[in-house]
């Protein structure tokens, strides 16, 4: 594992968005997909924006890749945003 590697295990613990950065020919349909996957990834009490925010400073050299798109996007529309699952989330604050 490089250093880059290693250092973005905090902020992207599988990969999936270094990895998205990769792909040729990849879309905004499909980076929207795997921003998903890593943010239902996440721990649920975690700062996502924090995360973001060092992936997009991570990746700026890419400022016109979908992903990096995307990950705008997650700041702004991820603002208050909480995740409720399981039974709890089907009937609401206890």
């Given amino acids: 594992m490089t250093a880059i590697e290693n250092a973005d295990k905090g902020h992207d613990p599988k990969g999936l968005i270094r990895e998205a950065y990769k792909i040729d020919g990849i879309g905004p349909g499909e980076c929207r997909s795997i921003f998903l ?7 649920e009490d975690t700062e996502t924006e ?10 700026d050299d890419a400022p ?3 992903m990096s798109q995307v990950l705008r996007e997650g700041l ?3 603002s208050g945003a ?12 206890l």
């Fill in 37 to 43: 996957d890593w943010a239902l990834s996440l721990p």
């Fill in 82 to 93: 909480q995740r409720r699952g399981g039974a709890r989330g089907r009937r609401g604050k």
């Fill in 50 to 59: 924090r995360h973001i925010e060092a992936l997009l400073r991570r990746h």
């Fill in 64 to 66: 016109d890749h979908p």
């Fill in 76 to 78: 702004v529309s991820g």
